[in-house]
């Protein structure tokens, strides 16, 4: 028993010594020894021989991508630290709700300084602010401010920087740290690294900066925007070059580029290395030396070459003719080439690696524009072939939507800036990403009338839904005698006997108060009175008594039967977007006198349909009041007959399509001309002149003419033809 129990215990002594000699050092370096391990690794690579990478690269060099020119992470770091010393802003920590809470989202510019320097793109923003419904003279009731100093182009090296920007600031009252500031820029940093510096401390203020970089943006805060040149329009802008001509989407070229070709610096390798996918055939990369002041001194052996090469095509021609377009990094992660592809619905193929794109909170890139890879510039070629026809005619229409929608104008760039921002302050009430990514846009979208889909009259079909089916009749009154004339009681028996009829609404625009409720006809549908405030802007304004999506406007002295009614109801139904009505007028180009014309003559064009008697959807009572400035309705208020054509204007440039004229007795018909025969003399003239101030002060304000000319008429079917009566729904609009 004893011999047994003594070979137990050498058994399990040999185990321990075994274990100790051949893993016990290990297990001490694992157990004691595990922070120098850690430091070892981090150390890389002392734990190998040094010498084999001498003939490679060295482990500083590996940081800059094998491009001294470019800054390294660390030096990124510290420029952005030195702008960002609130990297952490978000909206809930550097932002006071509060300010908004009382009067809305405002915004206030700061009063401007006689002697201050002030670039013509500045004094665009500045403007596009001053003339939009957010502006306020009085800071009291602001919540976003904006600085009147010129902070576009920081570049200390450019002849519009600024200086002392930071000694400014700090004197003005209102700063507060920065905080619920926004602070536009275009350039910043400056040869040769063109950091993100901004040569002064932003503080809290929301940065909206061109050429942004995603390891620099701070997400819900900051605003990324496009790089726009100085003559970028102030307002309406250039339409996109894709016609209906235009397609298929097949053209003469697949991918072009056209541009400098950087020998030194940063985004040099980039451009330098697009040489490499041009064929001359179907690929056109062409890239120049022949820029700056000293190019021939760092000229390589293609510049000759590549310069006469590049005299051979025209840009213009090659952003017309070709399906994709590179846009290569600049000096900076942005470049104008990004606009100028979109525009001309050249796809862009982005090389601009850790750019974040403008808008990109809001718009969705993946549908318009292709994202490379810098150093995968050789797959782009046959990644774009890839890509089927339908979708690239569909990234075309997208890049010609985004375009109008968001970029064609400073405008535009302005009030999508701001928009976001006002977003953020409600995110219950923002708009989705299918509303700013989908027609007509998010700008005029406005999330205070709704943000369910079926409510606006432009995603019915996405919605799979159809707009209600009763209407209500919105008639204006406004008879200085301030009783009830025949007319009128006509017109209400007439739209009260319509099966669509939910409501009548009366406004009361006149001087007297508006007779008893026991002198207004006996309906089959409610009947309500509304005070009017006596302007002509009145009768869009969104009354919370529609409830109903059809609104059907009409004036006092309006003649219709309750068929027309009908069938006018009927074919609204099929065009929700669109106004729809009876009496129709025409604007044209007077090219003598070099303005707009307006007419109210007969004729089988058509581009008006006035208010007198016209369905349209009742959002556009929100969008008249709320989406247009107060300056343009005071103007409506002071000419007659224009609010009838702002509504017009209105509806053309959120739909880009024109109105529809139903059919209409012939009474009717000579009921109204003799109404515009009649005004003659002094009194006509005059309403007449006004119709003409009216069209171009809103084509000014819009910056282009929106109206769009028709000439379609809608019928019901069997309409006058030879056949028996009991086949036609409408029998009684042949009647005279």
């Known amino acids: 028993m004893q011999t047994r129990k003594k070979y137990i215990f050498l058994t399990f002594l040999a185990s321990w010594l075994l274990l100790f000699f051949f893993g016990g050092d290990q297990l001490r370096h694992f157990a004691f020894f595990s922070g120098r391990k850690t430091e070892a690794r981090r150390n890389w690579p002392r734990w190998t021989d040094r010498s084999l990478l001498k003939s490679f690269a060295d482990s500083e060099e590996l940081q800059s991508d094998g491009d001294p020119s470019l800054p390294s992470p660390r030096e990124r770091r510290a420029a952005w630290l030195s702008v960002y010393k609130n990297s952490r802003c978000r909206m809930e920590t550097c932002f006071d709700f509060s300010r908004c809470e009382k009067h809305g989202f405002k915004v206030f510019t700061y009063p401007r300084e006689r002697d201050q320097p002030l670039s013509q793109s500045y004094g665009k923003i500045l403007a596009s ?416 008594a529609i409830q109903t999506d059809a609104v059907l406007s009409l004036d006092e002295h309006t003649s219709l039967s309750t068929s027309e009614v009908d069938f006018a109801f009927t074919v609204w139904r099929s065009f929700p977007e669109r106004i729809v009505g009876f009496p129709t007028q025409s604007h044209f180009w007077d090219p003598e006198q070099k303005r707009w014309g307006y007419t109210s003559k007969w004729t089988n064009e058509l581009s008006i349909v006035l208010a007198a008697a016209a369905f349209y959807h009742r959002y556009y009572h929100s969008l008249f009041t709320e989406y247009l400035p107060a300056g343009l309705r005071e103007l409506v208020d002071g000419l007659a007959a224009c609010e009838d054509i702002l509504m017009n204007v209105l509806v053309a440039a959120v739909t880009k399509l024109p109105p529809i004229k139903v059919t209409q007795r012939k009474q009717h018909k000579e009921s109204v001309s003799q109404q515009v025969k009649g005004m003659t003399g002094a009194a006509g003239s005059r309403r007449f002149s006004q119709h003409q101030d009216c069209l171009n002060q809103l084509a000014d304000w819009f910056g282009y003419m929106p109206l769009m000319s028709s000439q379609l008429r809608l019928d019901p079917v069997l309409f006058k033809d030879q056949v028996s009566v009991l086949r036609k729904k409408y029998p009684r609009l042949e009647k005279p």
């Open 129 to 544: 602010i001053e003339r939009s419904r957010y502006y306020t003279p009085n800071p009291e009731e602001a919540c976003l401010f904006i600085l009147s100093i010129d902070t576009l182009d920081r570049d200390h090296l450019s002849g519009q920087y600024v200086r002392n920007v930071d000694e400014k600031i700090r004197g003005f009252p209102l700063w507060n740290g920065g905080r619920n500031h926004l602070i536009f820029n275009l350039y910043s940093g400056t040869w040769p690294n063109y950091t993100e510096d901004l040569g002064f401390d932003i503080g809290q203020a929301i940065l909206a900066k061109a050429s942004f970089y995603t390891e620099s943006f701070r997400p819900g805060f900051d605003i990324s925007i496009p790089l726009f040149p100085k003559d970028h329009p102030q307002r309406g802008g250039e339409k996109g070059w894709l016609y209906q001509d235009s397609v298929p989407p097949k053209k003469k070229y697949l991918l072009v580029f056209k541009g400098k070709r950087y020998l030194t610096g940063i985004g040099s390798s980039t451009r330098n290395a697009l040489h490499h996918i041009h064929n001359g055939k179907d690929i056109i990369s062409l890239t120049t030396c022949k820029h700056g002041k000293d190019w021939e001194k760092h000229k390589d052996t293609r510049c000759d070459k590549d310069n006469v090469d590049y005299e051979k095509f025209n840009y213009q021609e090659l952003l017309h003719n070709s399906t994709f377009c590179i846009v290569p990094r600049g000096r900076r992660l942005g470049s104008f080439r990004f606009l100028e592809a979109l525009q001309a619905a050249c796809i862009p193929v982005l090389l601009s690696d850790g750019w974040e794109l403008p808008f990109g909170e809001a718009i969705d890139w993946g549908k318009a524009a292709v994202v490379g890879n810098e150093r995968l510039l050789l797959q782009i070629p046959s990644a774009v072939r890839c890509i089927h026809p339908e979708r690239v005619l569909a990234f075309q229409q997208q890049t010609q939507f985004l375009w109008d929608a968001y970029f064609s104008s400073v405008d535009k760039i302005v009030h999508t800036t701001l928009e976001i921002i006002k977003d953020r302050l409600l995110p219950h009430r923002s708009r989705s990403r299918f509303l700013w990514n989908t027609l007509p846009g998010g700008l005029l979208a406005l999330p205070e009338f709704s943000t369910h889909l079926g409510d606006f009259p432009f995603y019915y079909l996405q919605h799979g839904s159809s707009p209600s089916e009763k209407f209500t009749a919105f008639i204006r009154a406004v008879s200085p005698a301030g009783s009830l004339s025949q007319p009128i009681l006509r017109l209400i028996q007439a739209v009260s006997g319509s099966q669509y009829c939910a409501q009548i609404l009366v406004l009361w625009s006149c001087e007297k108060p508006p007779p008893p409720s026991g002198k207004w006809p006996q309906t089959t549908v409610p009947l309500t009175i509304i005070q009017g405030r006596g302007k002509l802007s009145d009768r869009f304004f969104p009354y919370a």
